[in-house]
């Protein structure tokens, strides 16, 4: 009697075949290539991170008995209080890089408040963790998801907090139990989310080993070929991975090449805006908000829905817009050729991982946003507030009837200068490079990874109080003193001309201004002859310089 195959996902499973031969071999040769591409750290620096984790477990029991003590609770509250640590995000998947930073939530009863975490809970880490041991500590009690970043021997922390309505946060929590979710408000249902979602991934694909596999390829792939970061209209890391679950569950049985020359495919080809869904949508007494475009207009906005598999149900990828939909499409479908080809050995997977041409290939016509501060504060928040705001500067370019295509680099370049004057600071803010700092690298915004930043980015600070090149006063004239800029680069293709030889085009009427030269014969129209309501800087018609 044949045996009964579990479902994984929504739908039947497409093949059950055991892996081939050649199969095993190319996920041998994937893995392989991912170790060459520095995407497994060494052993010595996980354990590292274990061994990190353990203390800061300790640190969480600590910090919620040292608040029971300040509110004079009993000292039976007090012993049972307990308190967790949980990771989640890349870490918590078990397909992240080195050097990657470890998202951590501190769960905490229900007497501990988000006050008492950035009153308190700085000192006891610097009372518990060895004398140099932290060597970066920044509460962003501001952000949509309240947040103190660490840097602790070397590793990035991101601390998260948030509480449950119950007395006691025992060491054997399930952060799955919906029933947890009773009594939260927003903000300590969107941290809680963040675990429940990796816990609930993990448990959805077929086997744990070949889904690391393939998301560490795919993430690789997209951060090459800069189609990566919720905040610029991308899928994020928890969305490219819920996207290679789903591939897993098609093909429980598959090993980790397959699935990556399977995604391509599978992906490339979804019919959007159909939701990519890891289990059917729960249903529970809270009543929270779930992603449903039958009950909520705005959800039927969403072009490419991917829906987190734990309640309350929430889609991933609302930041993406018709021109990254586009672009995302089209690199899925490069990618599938480039498999294919893997496939029949006339490429090696070295070849899928290809550093994007965004700079020096993909684009004729370039605009650059830059934003400065005094302060490196102060350019923090006041350059994610100009990242927010060059997302909607990129929707308006594409109601353009002379644009095709304006699409923004998925991170912007921060940057460091000397500047005697306001004057220097004025030609820095125009794209002027002479007064960079040579002994400071050029950064991107996901390698500083600043979370007043991102907050800001996302619009999820309280508040903004920085003004583009404010927040100190330069002293001494005399002197350079420094000036901190983040540049965003929007490359432009203009649309094509769809008019036949001879049709007669449509005019409007304009003031008549005096006759400019035009272009020779066979010259190409510069930015300025191309009817676009844009002003062009001196910049913005050559390549940017980037490094």
């Known amino acids: 009697m044949a045996v009964q195959q579990r479902q994984w996902g929504t739908t039947p499973s497409i093949s059950w075949t055991l892996p081939t031969e050649r199969e095993i071999l190319q996920n041998e040769e994937l893995t392989d290539e991912l170790k060459r591409q520095g995407q497994y750290e060494a052993p010595s620096e996980t354990d590292k991170k274990q061994k990190l984790l ?98 602790i021997f070397g590793t990035d922390i991101d601390l998260n907090f948030t509480r449950l309505a119950v007395s006691s946060v025992p060491f054997d929590l399930d952060v799955k139990d919906t029933n947890l979710l009773r009594g939260l408000d927003d903000r300590e249902l969107r941290a809680l989310n963040g675990p429940r979602v ?9 086997q744990k080993k070949t889904f690391r596999t393939a998301l560490r390829a795919i993430k690789l792939w997209a951060q090459r070929r800069a189609v990566y970061g919720n905040i610029v209209g991308f899928p994020g890391g928890v969305a490219w991975g819920m996207l290679v679950a789903r591939v897993c569950q098609l093909y429980p049985q598959a090993t980790g090449s397959v699935i990556v020359m399977k995604f391509f495919r599978i992906i490339g080809r979804w019919n959007w805006p159909q939701p990519i869904l890891l289990k059917e949508s729960e249903d529970h007494p809270i009543q929270a908000r779930v992603w449903n475009p039958r009950l909520y207009p705005t959800d039927k906005y969403h072009l490419m829905p991917i829906i987190t598999p734990a309640y309350p149900a929430m889609c991933a990828t609302h930041n993406i817009g018709p021109t990254t939909k586009k672009i995302i499409i089209h ?145 001494d004239a005399s002197e350079p003193h420094a000036f901190y800029t983040t540049t965003y680069y929007v490359g432009i293709e203009l649309a094509q001309d769809v008019f036949a030889p001879g049709e007669e085009r449509p005019t409007r009427a304009r003031k008549k201004l005096p006759p400019k030269k035009g272009p020779g014969p066979g010259q ?18 050559k390549r940017p310089r980037i490094f």
């Open 331 to 475: 690199e899925l479908e490069r990618g599938g050729d480039i498999t294919d080809k893997i496939s029949f050995g006339r490429l090696q997977w070295k070849d899928l991982f290809t550093k994007h041409t965004y700079f020096t290939k993909d684009y004729k016509y370039y605009l650059s946003i830059i934003s400065g501060s005094t302060s490196k504060d102060a350019q923090a928040s006041w350059s994610g507030f100009v990242e927010s705001k060059v997302r909607l500067l990129v929707q308006a370019l594409e109601g353009q009837g002379t644009i095709g295509v304006a699409r923004l680099f998925n991170k912007g370049f921060a940057r460091e200068h000397r500047c005697k004057d306001e004057d220097e600071r004025q030609s820095v803010l125009r794209g002027d490079m002479q007064y960079q700092a040579t002994n400071v690298k050029t950064e991107t915004t996901d390698n500083i990874h600043d979370p007043l930043h991102n907050a800001v980015a996302q619009g999820n600070a309280d508040t903004t109080t920085s003004t583009n090149g404010s927040s100190e006063p330069v002293r």
């Open 198 to 206: 990796a816990d609930e991934l993990l448990e959805l694909v077929p």
């Open 524 to 541: 190409k129209r510069n930015l300025s002859a191309s009817g676009m309501e844009v002003r062009q800087e001196a910049e913005t018609a």
């Open 54 to 151: 353990i203390q800061l477990q300790k640190i969480a029991v600590e910090f919620v008995k040292h608040v029971c003590r300040k509110n004079n609770l009993p000292q039976s509250i007090i012993n049972s209080a307990g308190g967790k640590i949980f990771t989640y995000g890349s870490y918590r998947l078990g397909a992240y890089a080195p050097g990657s930073d470890i998202d951590t939530l501190v769960v905490a009863p229900r007497h501990v408040s988000r006050e008492d975490f950035f009153e308190h809970m700085p000192s006891i880490l610097e009372m518990m963790l060895p004398a140099g041991a932290i060597e970066e500590m920044k509460p962003v009690p501001e952000a949509y998801v309240p947040i103190i970043k660490l840097m």
